[in-house]
């Protein structure tokens, strides 16, 4: 190690050097979106801001990193301060996994997931942050793949719009970096500021990629979209591994490299999913002696089933990362594959989850997705936050979608109007009596679609109809469509995602299925209980964490709930909320009035958020 701490001390070629835009005839570059005259700010950023993170010396940082990640045998460590109990399962851990897992480095050491454990008290996992007040202001750079409203296709662009806005509300100074694909509106494309554009070495492919950056700002936040049409021209955001792979390997360098371009360098980096889990690596490799190298970072997992698994070979010519992170304790999984997610949990500062039931959950066999292992072993760094939703999107008192608008004081007799609309609307039997259950889902088996096919002879009645708005599987939306043919007035298929008819179906509905088979979070119940709409949930996860069952002998609860997995089970949940709807009303009505009045926003999670990143920053 004494060799490392003497290469650390050279003065190295930074693998980070600004480019300058070459116009050689003979060098490769990729072609860059076309930019008016018009769109250029007249000020240029900072000249000599640094923009890649590769250089000529690549093999001396390799060297280095090399040395820095040398793995110590786990009894050198220094010992923690640690009770009995606390001893022996640090050693049954310890002897199950040390063979795979390497010690996590110090956070002194430049590069961490494969070195000595962290010499720190810290609790095997933690669910409260203690706030840390009278602090600076605090930046934070959110990196991601998709946020509303520039596009969306889940629970993921929902977070990357409401929760930095959240923040901002908070005293936080907040940027978000999105590719600028291809799909984005018009209407937002046209408001785009160019802020300026560079050249990045990626991996290697000998090739310079351009690097374009423009910028949206709305409600305080800054939008900023890496421009490049050789990775950011297809329809989708998401096309298959092949092509998503590459995409965003580019994505997470040059996110890194725009940031030290436009010289803002956070305190705090905020990556999500897969599709960025390989910032945190690059930034303590390729970027670690550049400005924003400094920065601390989180990375929060929305779905473990998702991770970026290729083949090495790929990986390490795509990102040029030193062949020393591709180990059992970072990047490799199995043989010959590197999991970019695996590579994220090993090397971020903290690790999030979207609820603190599921931070326990992929923490065991049943829901780890293979990385069970690996998440016990940093589950000291790991933890669960539960999202909100966005009042200023989900209000029914203000929702332009609704029949009738309506809050606390009137949900009871308007939420009856709703319903008389959303009948009439939909083709159904126009009745207030009717029970009205509804189904706002992805049509897939994780969200329990077995289990609804299962029992839905069993569901109708001529007292209960059936909405359901989505896409998904075949198999589902053709069975749908199939009920809707022969019950007629009782069953609505909408077989698409139709934003504002969603707004509708939650006020106008009476109960709301969310039968997940896993559900890291879910939006849907939350949305439901903020528009007077009770969710008939399983017991995993989010709704675990955010739907207390009801029980009718004390009145406690906000919803109905079963634990296995079964179909059974969900038929018993949705006949008891029958029975409390139409033989205890006045229960009912109070139990809706109850789940009106929870707050459910961004205010209290953003605030859990804004404590991590306090902590973090005290290191």
């Known amino acids: 190690m004494a060799d490392a701490a ?7 070629k930074s693998a980070s050097a600004p480019k300058k835009r070459s116009t050689a005839s003979n060098k490769k570059t990729t072609k860059k979106s076309t930019v008016t005259k018009s769109e250029k700010a007249d000020d240029k950023p900072v000249k000599d801001a640094v923009v890649s993170g590769e250089s000529a010396s690549a093999e001396a940082n390799s060297a280095e990193t090399a040395a820095a990640v040398e793995t110590a045998p786990v009894e050198a460590a220094p010992a923690e301060v640690k009770t009995p109990a606390e001893e022996t399962a640090a050693e049954n851990t310890v002897m199950q996994e040390t063979a795979e897992y390497p010690a996590p480095a110090a956070e002194e050491t430049a590069s961490e997931p494969v070195s000595e454990p962290v010499n720190e008290e810290v609790a095997p996992m933690v669910t409260e942050v203690n ?65 300026g554009e560079f050249y990045m070495d990626l991996g290697k492919t000998k090739r310079d990629y351009y690097v374009g950056i423009m910028e949206y700002i709305c409600d305080g936040v800054v939008y900023d979209f890496i421009d490049n049409q050789e990775f950011f021209t297809a329809g989708n955001p998401y096309v298959n591994l092949v092509d998503d792979i590459p995409k965003y390997c580019f994505f997470s360098k040059a996110a890194l490299a725009a940031l030290n371009y436009m010289n803002w360098i956070p305190d705090i980096i905020h990556c999500h999913d897969w599709q960025a889990a390989l910032v945190p690596v690059f930034l303590r490799s390729l970027f670690k ?176 109809q059936m909405i359901v708005l989505g896409t998904g599987d075949r198999q589902y939306e053709d069975t749908f469509r199939y009920y809707e043919n022969t019950h007629r007035g009782m069953f609505s298929a909408c077989i698409q995602y139709d934003e504002s008819r969603a707004h509708r179906i939650y006020a106008g509905s009476d109960a709301l299925l969310v039968p997940s088979r896993f559900e890291p979070c879910g939006l849907t119940q939350l949305n439901a209980m903020h528009y007077g709409t009770l969710p008939i949930v399983r017991e995993t996860g989010g709704l675990r964490d955010t739907v207390e069952p009801y029980n009718n ?67």
């Open 6 to 12: 003497s290469e650390s001390e050279k003065p190295a």
């Open 131 to 195: 706030p840390v007040y009278n602090l600076p202001r605090r930046s934070v750079a959110f990196i991601g793949s998709e946020c509303f409203p520039f596009v969306k296709t889940g629970g993921l662009g929902d977070v990357m719009y409401a929760l930095p806005r959240a923040l901002v509300k908070q005293n936080c100074d907040v940027r978000v970096i999105l590719p600028r694909y291809a799909c984005i509106p018009k209407q937002y494309q046209d408001k785009m500021i160019y802020r």
């Open 289 to 464: 002696t550049s400005p924003v190298g400094r920065a601390k970072t989180v990375l929060t997992i929305h779905n473990l089933r998702f991770q970026g698994i290729y083949n090495i070979p790929t990986l390490q010519y795509w990102t040029g990362l030193p062949s020393d992170v591709f180990n059992m304790g970072a990047l490799k999984q199995g043989y010959n594959d590197a999991n970019m997610l695996k590579g994220g949990l090993a090397y971020a500062d903290r690790i999030t989850t979207v609820s603190g039931t599921y931070a326990g959950e992929i923490q065991t066999p049943e829901y780890g997705e293979e990385l069970d292992g690996h998440l016990r072993y940093h589950s000291y760094k790991l933890r669960g936050i539960v999202n909100g939703i966005d009042y200023d999107m989900w209000n029914p008192e203000t929702d332009p979608a609704l029949a009738v608008n309506y809050g606390l004081g009137d949900v009871l007799g308007k939420k009856k109007e709703n319903k008389r609309a959303l009948q009439q609307e939909l083709g159904l039997v126009q009745d207030d009596g009717k029970f009205i259950v509804s189904l706002i889902s992805r049509l897939t088996n994780q969200k329990g679609l077995d289990l609804i096919n299962a029992i839905l002879p069993q569901i109708l009645d001529d007292y209960t």
């Open 553 to 619: 002998i004390t009145g406690a609860g906000n919803g109905f709930t079963f634990d296995r997995y079964d179909a059974g089970l969900l038929l018993d949940a949705i006949n008891r909320a029958k029975t409390e709807f139409f033989n205890n009303r006045y229960h009912w009505d109070e139990v809706v009035q109850r789940d009106m009045a929870k707050d459910v926003s961004w205010e209290n999670s953003a605030r859990q958020y804004k404590d991590l990143y306090l902590e973090l920053t005290q290191w």
